[in-house]
């Protein structure tokens, strides 16, 4: 059911519309960043002891009239030299047939919506840190086939109750494309037993409890830990994904101001990417966030100041008089690990002419980072963005994203995306060493 990785928290940041996610997303992004299958995906054999479960977890939810939720996504990781935490509290609601709202804490607003009659004729999934909003048809019914990939993909990463009801066959859904299915034991929870099942979808294994009562998805836990040690992180000792919803209030009343949205008037209008078959592409990529960085060509380049992997502090301000290039990657990024050699050797033969070349990671641990560029034997500077806060100031949304900042301190040059050479690249940095 989730592939999601640590750049998970970042929907669009934390995800987009992050969203972000999957083993080797393609071209770009998503956080955001963590994407469900959305096509149907091969049925794994149930047990008897755990259909009663999904049976009824399908008849509570065709029985829901509404439902508000609340919860927290957390991600913990933990190695021989490193330990990060990241904390996300988020809302929802959902009135049926298939009207719900998505709000996880400064970093993504997904509504959608008030009938037609009443109003309300579009979806919209807002970014208020990047203040850049989408719209999409409401869905009429449950359904994937009614939300767009990159709608679902961010609920799927956040919100999966809400994604698994407005899939419309949420027992099937839970367990699409996963193996070794079983029932788990039970999971305390405010000193209550829940029940619980675990599955396995390749390196990670999935264990998700149900509250007691209404059988509806109370908890789920993503243990990544073989993942990372498969990625050559052998010192990985707790790599855990959970979210938690900690208010659950099925038929409650829900006003319809809750499902309108009128997007600020000086927010920037994206476009979602057209739908993609392939489960691997990240949603948030593409198109989309792509408007509002190319909008930066021009401006005065974001000031920031990382720390890079000797915990060195690097400021754009201290690079004043330079041409820089800032390139935004991760490692579970296919695409970006494909450009991060022509980076590395453009740091190389462009150093004496005073270029900078800058590898700007977006959330990983430290120490993930440092294990890939050790192992790739690249030689530039990297910089670690583990809250996306320069991300945030250069409207990444989709990765890789590199960036050339002329001497005078400005954007000479937005490429997004890695079509298999750097030519583009070189050519917006020699016009930037000649002044152009």
């Given at each position: 059911?989730?592939?999601?990785i640590?750049g ?8 987009s ?5 999957a ?5 770009t ?5 963590a994407a469900?299958?959305?096509q149907?995906a ?6 008897d002891?755990?259909k009663p479960?999904?049976?009824?977890l399908?008849?509570s ?10 919860g ?5 990781f933990?190695s ?26 400064d970093d993504?607003l997904?509504v959608s ?5 009443k109003?309300q004729?579009?979806g919209?999934?807002?970014?208020p ?5 989408a719209?999409?048809?409401?869905p ?7 939300v767009?990939?990159?709608?679902a993909?961010?609920?799927f990463?956040?919100d999966p109750?809400?994604?698994?009801l ?5 027992g099937k859904?839970l ?5 070794d ?8 929870i ?8 675990s599955f ?7 264990r998700?409890?149900?509250d007691?009562?209404t059988y509806l998805?109370?908890q789920?836990?993503?243990?990544q ?7 050559g992180?052998d010192?990985?000792?707790?790599a ?5 919803y900690?208010?659950?209030?099925p038929?409650?009343?829900v ?6 949205f009128?997007?600020p ?9 057209a ?11 593409g ?5 509002a960085?190319?909008a930066?060509?021009?401006k ?9 992997l000797?915990?060195?502090?690097v400021?754009l ?16 990024c296919g ?6 050699p022509?980076l ?10 005073g ?22 034997h690249?030689t530039?500077?990297?910089?670690l963005?583990?809250?996306?806060e ?6 990444v949304?989709g990765?890789p ?5 002329g001497k005078?301190?400005?954007?000479k ?7 298999g050479?750097d ?10 060493l000649?002044?152009?």
């Amino acid at each position: 059911m989730l592939k999601l990785i640590v750049g998970l928290l970042v929907l669009i940041s934390t995800a987009s519309v992050t969203l972000a996610q999957a083993d080797e997303p393609a071209a770009t992004q998503p956080a955001t960043q963590a994407a469900p299958a959305t096509q149907a995906a091969a049925t794994p054999a149930i047990p008897d002891d755990v259909k009663p479960l999904l049976d009824q977890l399908n008849q509570s939810a065709a029985a829901l009239k509404s439902l508000e939720l609340a919860g927290r996504i957390s991600f913990n990781f933990e190695s021989a030299d490193d330990k990060q935490q990241h904390v996300e509290e988020f809302t929802s609601a959902f009135r049926a047939p298939a009207m719900f709202r998505h709000e996880a804490k400064d970093d993504l607003l997904i509504v959608s919506g008030v009938a037609k009659d009443k109003g309300q004729s579009k979806g919209y999934a807002f970014l208020p840190a990047r203040n850049s909003y989408a719209d999409f048809d409401p869905p009429q019914k449950p359904g994937l086939d009614q939300v767009p990939d990159q709608v679902a993909k961010a609920l799927f990463e956040q919100d999966p109750m809400l994604f698994l009801l407005l899939s419309g066959e949420p027992g099937k859904q839970l367990l699409d494309g996963t193996t070794d299915v079983k029932r788990a034991a039970d999971v305390q929870i405010d000193d209550k037993a829940h029940p619980a099942i675990s599955f396995v979808e390749g390196p990670i294994t999935y264990r998700v409890a149900f509250d007691p009562t209404t059988y509806l998805v109370r908890q789920v836990q993503v243990d990544q830990t073989q993942r990372f040690k498969d990625r050559g992180i052998d010192d990985a000792k707790v790599a855990m994904l959970t979210i938690d919803y900690t208010k659950m209030t099925p038929d409650a009343p829900v006003d319809d101001r809750a499902f309108s949205f009128e997007p600020p008037k000086e927010a920037v209008a994206m476009k979602l990417p057209a739908t993609s078959d392939d489960d691997d592409a990240a949603p948030g990529g593409g198109g989309g966030g792509e408007g509002a960085a190319l909008a930066l060509v021009g401006k005065p380049a974001p000031d920031f100041t990382l720390k890079d992997l000797q915990g060195k502090s690097v400021s754009l301000a201290q690079l004043k008089g330079h041409v820089v290039v800032l390139d935004f990657w991760a490692t579970w990024c296919g695409p970006c690990v494909a450009s991060l050699p022509y980076l590395d050797k453009l740091h190389q033969e462009k150093s004496p002419q005073g270029v900078r070349v800058f590898a700007v990671n977006q959330e990983e641990p430290a120490a993930v980072v440092r294990k890939f560029i050790d192992g790739k034997h690249l030689t530039m500077p990297v910089l670690l963005d583990t809250k996306a806060e320069a991300g945030k100031k250069y409207s990444v949304e989709g990765i890789p994203q590199t960036v050339v900042i002329g001497k005078d301190g400005k954007i000479k040059k937005v490429l997004i995306g890695f079509g298999g050479d750097d030519h583009d690249l070189r050519d917006a940095v020699d016009k930037a060493l000649g002044g152009q």
